[in-house]
């Protein structure tokens, strides 16, 4: 994972910027179809792939696995074919500024994306069902961005035609279910959908399961795409190109939250389910602190070197300091109380988490209504965090009203005054050379984490992974 990041990170920020630096709207559109492509895959996936990984032991052991995963495959291909029919003859309705040329040229290219995306997530579900997570796991965050950066990296110094690069892109995503299909039959694991009955199914408990996910889903996500979809229908999808590069950035504040909640989700879970409410404060409290040190860290790097960075990007994608400030703090104070969202999913009060998520949608679309006129991709970027740490706030009250639980621990408030220092110290210089200058600061402001980590006045947790990793570094380097 970390480095299909660096990969993106390398054309994002060095690539991108010169290649679309004539034509920014090219990289806005890519990014458009995409999100919209994201927002229709959860309709028409129905939520087959969590219905497989919830259902697949029930049924296995029944002995109507394949009969589960071949009415999941029916029922994305069906919902496909009629979102596709709906996407070709009323796709240019969904683009709402005046400049629609290369937009109407190309939205159909979203249909075969749409299909390779459908297919390989219900194959995914279930090759992870059968314990083989490696090949979609590698195929789903890594294969395209190592296409996209050799086709970048060709077109900006070889030569390769927009027409080709969407060619590749269409590529990409119908390939990665042929792979996968492909590796589960070599290993023999591939589902047999011929003999199956449906009959076998309890389609009443699917569906039901089947629609809330799909709510869950479609909130969230445009939760997360809702400022990105209006830049693009409002100003234009060039500063869609230009707000992809804070986007980006801010994507790198998440790594740890995804490794750090498949460790504490199933603990969660359990605790809950022996009513253990201590337990439970212990790991919330214990998220909030490593996530929000971890992600302010990755911040701070980014931070300190803002305007370094925008040079770098160019004077065109170079005018995003603020929209990542933005961004970035709404991030961070996500980070801090995250784990609200994993403590209501497994409550009995779940359905209140899909209330606040329709709730902040609007919420983001208002806001992003109002700003976005005034302070252009700013005010997209201020909308976002206005609105992400108002629904965090909202669930951590009513944790603490119903479980008298909360994320708030002594090792915040050092943590915080940690970041406040180093981030005005690190700030206040910079050297006349500007890469040497990140070098530095970044070298300079790591030493000084790693410091604050060791002393343990923070996370205990982190304080002796980073203990062990030095400890396997130095025996390492003596062998």
Same mark, same amino acid.
């Given at each position: 994972?970390? &480095?299909?990041?660096?990969?993106?990170?390398?054309?994002?920020?060095?690539?991108?910027?010169?290649?679309?630096?004539?034509?920014?709207?090219?990289?806005?559109?890519?990014?458009?179809?995409?999100?919209?492509?994201?927002?229709?895959?959860? =309709?028409?996936?129905?939520?087959?792939?969590?219905?497989?990984?919830?259902?697949?032991?029930?049924?296995?052991?029944?002995?109507?696995?394949?009969?589960?995963?071949?009415?999941?495959?029916? #029922?994305?291909?069906?919902?496909?074919?009629?979102?596709?029919?709906?996407?070709?003859?009323?796709? !240019?309705?969904?683009?709402?500024?005046?400049?629609?040329?290369?937009?109407?040229?190309?939205?159909?290219?979203?249909?075969?994306?749409?299909?390779?995306?459908?297919?390989?997530?219900?194959?995914?579900?279930?090759?992870?069902?059968?314990?083989?997570?490696?090949?979609?796991?590698?195929?789903? %965050?890594?294969?395209?961005?190592?296409?996209?950066?050799?086709?970048?990296?060709?077109?900006? =110094?070889?030569?390769?035609?927009?027409?080709?690069?969407?060619?590749?892109?269409?590529?990409?995503?119908?390939?990665?279910?042929?792979?996968?299909?492909?590796?589960?039959?070599?290993?023999?694991?591939?589902?047999?959908?011929?003999?199956?009955?449906?009959?076998?199914?309890?389609?009443?408990?699917?569906?039901?399961?089947?629609?809330?996910?799909?709510? &869950?889903?479609?909130?969230?996500?445009? #939760?997360?795409?809702?400022?990105?979809?209006?830049?693009?229908?409002?100003? &234009?999808?060039?500063?869609?190109?230009?707000?992809?590069?804070?986007?980006?950035?801010?994507?790198?504040?998440?790594?740890?939250?995804?490794? #750090?909640?498949?460790?504490?989700?199933?603990?969660?879970?359990?605790?809950?389910?022996?009513?253990?409410?201590?337990?439970?404060?212990?790991?919330?409290?214990?998220?909030?602190?490593?996530?929000?040190?971890? &992600?302010?860290?990755?911040?701070?790097?980014?931070?300190?070197?803002?305007?370094?960075?925008?040079?770098?990007?160019?004077?065109?994608?170079?005018?995003?300091?603020?929209?990542?400030?933005?961004?970035? %703090?709404?991030?961070?104070?996500?980070?801090? !109380?995250?784990?609200?969202?994993?403590?209501?999913?497994?409550?009995?009060?779940?359905?209140?988490?899909?209330?606040?998520?329709?709730?902040?949608?609007?919420?983001?679309?208002?806001?992003?209504?109002?700003?976005?006129?005034?302070?252009?991709?700013?005010?997209?970027?201020?909308?976002?965090?206005?609105?992400?740490?108002?629904?965090?706030?909202?669930?951590?009250?009513? #944790?603490?009203?119903?479980?008298?639980?909360?994320?708030?621990?002594?090792?915040?408030?050092?943590?915080?005054?940690?970041?406040?220092?180093?981030?005005?110290?690190?700030?206040?210089?910079?050297?006349?050379?500007?890469?040497?200058?990140?070098?530095?600061?970044?070298?300079?402001?790591?030493?000084?984490?790693?410091?604050?980590?060791? %002393?343990?006045?923070?996370?205990?947790?982190?304080?002796?992974?980073?203990?062990?990793?030095?400890?396997?570094?130095?025996?390492?380097?003596?062998?």
């Amino acid at each position: 994972m970390a &480095g299909s990041f660096i990969l993106g990170a390398i054309y994002t920020v060095f690539i991108v910027p010169k290649l679309f630096n004539e034509h920014p709207e090219q990289w806005g559109l890519i990014q458009l179809l995409i999100y919209y492509a994201q927002i229709l895959a959860i =309709f028409i996936l129905f939520s087959q792939p969590s219905v497989i990984i919830k259902f697949f032991p029930e049924y296995y052991n029944k002995g109507a696995a394949n009969t589960l995963v071949a009415f999941s495959l029916i #029922i994305v291909i069906g919902l496909f074919c009629i979102f596709g029919i709906v996407w070709y003859f009323f796709g !240019t309705s969904f683009y709402f500024e005046t400049n629609r040329g290369l937009y109407e040229k190309y939205y159909l290219i979203l249909i075969p994306i749409l299909l390779g995306s459908v297919v390989f997530e219900v194959l995914a579900a279930y090759s992870r069902i059968r314990k083989r997570s490696v090949m979609p796991f590698f195929l789903g %965050t890594s294969l395209q961005k190592v296409v996209f950066f050799v086709a970048l990296v060709v077109m900006l =110094f070889i030569g390769l035609s927009f027409n080709l690069l969407i060619l590749l892109l269409i590529a990409t995503f119908l390939v990665k279910p042929i792979i996968l299909f492909v590796d589960l039959v070599m290993v023999k694991m591939h589902p047999n959908l011929v003999k199956s009955s449906l009959r076998s199914l309890d389609f009443r408990k699917i569906f039901d399961y089947s629609v809330f996910g799909v709510f &869950g889903g479609i909130a969230y996500l445009l #939760i997360m795409r809702v400022d990105s979809l209006m830049i693009g229908n409002m100003l &234009g999808l060039d500063q869609l190109a230009f707000y992809s590069i804070p986007v980006f950035l801010v994507t790198a504040m998440s790594i740890p939250e995804k490794s #750090i909640a498949q460790i504490s989700l199933p603990v969660i879970s359990s605790l809950h389910a022996n009513s253990d409410f201590k337990g439970i404060e212990t790991m919330y409290k214990k998220v909030s602190v490593n996530q929000f040190l971890i &992600g302010g860290i990755i911040f701070l790097v980014i931070w300190i070197n803002i305007d370094a960075l925008m040079e770098i990007l160019g004077e065109k994608f170079g005018n995003t300091t603020w929209a990542f400030f933005f961004l970035g %703090t709404g991030k961070l104070f996500d980070l801090l !109380t995250s784990a609200n969202g994993q403590i209501l999913n497994i409550s009995e009060k779940y359905r209140y988490n899909l209330v606040l998520q329709i709730a902040l949608m609007v919420l983001a679309v208002v806001l992003n209504y109002l700003l976005l006129p005034v302070l252009g991709i700013n005010g997209a970027a201020l909308a976002t965090a206005i609105s992400i740490i108002l629904y965090n706030f909202i669930k951590t009250l009513l #944790i603490f009203k119903w479980y008298k639980i909360h994320p708030f621990s002594s090792g915040l408030i050092w943590i915080f005054l940690f970041f406040i220092a180093a981030g005005f110290l690190f700030s206040a210089f910079s050297l006349p050379n500007m890469y040497w200058s990140i070098v530095v600061k970044c070298l300079l402001f790591m030493a000084s984490s790693l410091v604050f980590i060791l %002393t343990g006045r923070a996370s205990d947790d982190i304080k002796e992974e980073t203990r062990r990793l030095i400890r396997k570094y130095f025996i390492n380097a003596k062998g």
